[in-house]
T-cell receptor, first 113, second 114 residues
Framework: SQQGEEDPQALSIQEGENATMNCSYK?????LQWYRQNSGRGLVHLIL?????REKHSGRLRVTLDTSKKSSSLLITASRAADTASYFC?????????????FGKGTKLSVIP | DAGVIQSPRHEVTEMGQEVTLRCKPI?????LFWYRQTMMRGLELLIY????????DSGMPEDRFSAKMPNASFSTLKIQPSEPRDSAVYFC????????????FGDGTRLSIL
């Protein structure tokens, strides 16, 4: 079953604006990962944050993790038309089988030039 | 370096036919995953292998689905007989050992069962 849930399901913004997507999960995790999927393509890994980290940056991406609320957010700053894609969070569980990832249903981001 | 390679990219076949999807993982990766993606259910893990051995196949929907990994560079997902509800995009992904490692996805096989 899908554990992660992204919010919103769809987001439309103007180029140059920031985009924020949220993710919630249900069980204990070892790490949380964000992926991007362009139309007709496979998922591409963007960033991973460990359960003992609260914030991580990579270029224009900023990810936060709140394990007490079982939630994460992905911020894309100064968005570009090329950022148009679906974004998925994936939780890596702790304990046995922890190498499995559980994906949410994604946020579809449209960046209007 | 070459990424995960899946074939075919598209498959259209009639109900009842056997379907075989193929995957070549990234060299050196010891984990291989098969996923199915649909609008209704999102991305579902079907089965994963570690060092060519199936570890968890609890996501395989029915006995009509089977997966093999005869060696470190090749895996197949077979559906026999196929049904219209099997229509989906099937992804293969590979990764290296370790809990904090990303997975690398192929571009998928878009399967349509008529």
């Amino acid at each position: 079953s899908q554990q992660g849930e992204e919010d919103p399901q769809a987001l439309s913004i103007q180029e140059g604006e920031n985009a924020t997507m949220n993710c919630s999960y249900k069980t204990s995790i070892n790490n949380l990962q964000w992926y991007r999927q362009n139309s007709g393509r496979g998922l591409v890994h963007l960033i991973l944050i460990r359960s003992n980290e609260r914030e991580k940056h990579s270029g224009r991406l900023r990810v936060t993790l709140d394990t007490s609320k079982k939630s994460s957010s992905l911020l894309i700053t100064a968005s570009r038309a090329a950022d148009t894609a679906s974004y998925f969070c994936a939780s890596g569980g702790s304990g046995a089988g922890s190498y499995q990832l559980t994906f949410g249903k994604g946020t579809k981001l449209s960046v209007i030039p | 370096d070459a990424g995960v390679i899946q074939s075919p990219r598209h498959e259209v076949t009639e109900m009842g036919q056997e379907v075989t999807l193929r995957c070549k993982p990234i060299s050196g990766h010891d984990y291989l995953f098969w996923y199915r993606q649909t609008m209704m259910r999102g991305l579902e893990l079907l089965i994963y292998f570690n060092n060519n051995v199936p570890i968890d196949d609890s996501g395989m929907p029915e006995d009509r689905f089977s997966a093999k990994m005869p060696n470190a560079s090749f895996s197949t997902l077979k559906i026999q007989p196929s049904e219209p509800r099997d229509s989906a995009v099937y992804f293969c992904a590979s990764g290296t050992q370790g809990m904090n490692q990303p997975q690398h996805f192929g571009d998928g096989t878009r399967l349509s069962i008529l």
